[in-house]
């Protein structure tokens, strides 16, 4: 799909870039490695890789230090063997809607 869009110059959105929480999403034990690996919580892993991979993110949250925190996530970089290694948790089908 991302690809589709950028041939018309349309700028793909994450508007749930944690799944709302779903499946689990804060204690998956790969996502818990790489936190630890960078120093960085699990919200601010996912949303740096859906910047690094281009997507604009608009992730939500009621709590004053997790907003900051998911502003946080400019002072790191995934490694591509790491970008890699989380496209490996798409099972092709959406937790929220599915296309
Ligand atoms: N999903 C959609 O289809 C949709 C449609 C239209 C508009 N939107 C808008 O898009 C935004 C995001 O949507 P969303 O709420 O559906 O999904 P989301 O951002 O994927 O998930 C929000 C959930 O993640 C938790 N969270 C946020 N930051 C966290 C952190 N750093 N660590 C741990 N937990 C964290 C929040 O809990 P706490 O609040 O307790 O931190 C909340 O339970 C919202 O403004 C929403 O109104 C979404």
Redesign the pocket.
Known sequence: MQKALKSQDIQLES???????KNNL?NNELLKALSGKYNK???QVVLRWLIQKGVVV??????MK?IS??FNVFDFELSADDMATIKSLDKGIGL?YSV
């Open positions: 508007w749930a870039p944690f799944a709302q929480g804060f919580s699990i919200a608009i992730p939500k949250s009621e709590n997790r925190e998911n929220i």
